[in-house]
């Protein structure tokens, strides 16, 4: 692998805490290939970005760095002209970017602005997304960096950009483009920033870091130390489905098991990784063997699952499959 792509929070940290056995696994990483910090937090610098992750004992500059705020900032480059005023409903790490790439910032709607570009930040309240929609009233660009639903914190999860957005949303009857995760603007910014090779993206979302790693063309993992967990794996959708699914960044250094699939006479299908074994016939899913390795159990689940076509709501899923009685 050539270089590996991560997501940062639910990945790498949960608020301020790393999230046990990240740094150790990416340092490991980065002897063999080049890492590339993607975020669709919107509300840092880049050089933010990479201190914060240098507390931790990483070795990251800021050009290793790419933020829904860079992307979103390229996509205004293409719908309004140079230096032109842009109302900015975000902090710093969105200000400082669209600052920097020559246009002018404002925060209120009567400065006539010829876009709209809104990212996360803590410090959003009403009169700021009030500003976004008076702004909106005209027939003028409106770019989000991100529509991620929720974001983990240090102590649970809250509501996260796409939350503010639909507020906006809301009052002005129509929805921006989007910069950020799952969209393709992040990764090809992130690619040709990072250059050719062979990839891998890091996440722990499937509507997010998932689905666009697919959309994108790179083999994606799922890692079960952020948002989605063993029931949303069962039921995600053809294009948020992981390539590989890791318990946490330790199984980016470990051989990944083999998964093997018998087809009966009866239709039914049993598939085995490791020594997990389930057995799929018409609608009903069961555990035939929970094997030593509960990673495992769940790979052979999703694997049956998966190739059935058929939606989770209409299966009999065994629960021992997403830890239930």
Known sequence: M???????????YRGKDAIPHAVEAL????????????TNNASRRPQDVADHLT???LTVGPDDVVTSSQAG????STLVPDG????????????????GAGYRVTDSAD????????????????????EASFALAKDIPWVATNMDWSIPVERGIAPGNGTLVAAVHNAVGRMPVVAGKPERPIFDTAVARFGEGSRLFIGD???????????AGIPSVLVLTGIDQAKQVLAADARSR????LEDLRGLSEPYPVTERHDAPDGSRTVTVGSARVRMHGHVVRVEEHGDDAMDLLRAGATAIWDSGLAIYGLDVDPALYGGE
């Open 2 to 12: 050539d270089v590996v792509l991560t997501d940062l929070d639910g990945v790498v």
């Open 27 to 38: 340092t490991a990483a980065s002897a063999s290939a080049r890492i590339g910090y993607i």
């Open 55 to 57: 507390g931790y004992g």
């Open 73 to 76: 900032v390229h996509m205004l």
């Open 84 to 99: 032109a005023t842009i109302l900015v409903i975000g902090g710093v790490g969105l200000t400082s970017i669209v600052e």
């Open 111 to 130: 400065d006539d602005p010829a876009a709209v570009i809104q990212g996360f930040s803590p410090d959003l309240g009403w009169k700021q997304l009030a």
């Open 205 to 215: 979302r499937l509507d997010t870091d998932i689905k666009g790693a697919n959309d």
């Open 242 to 245: 992981p390539t590989f699914v």
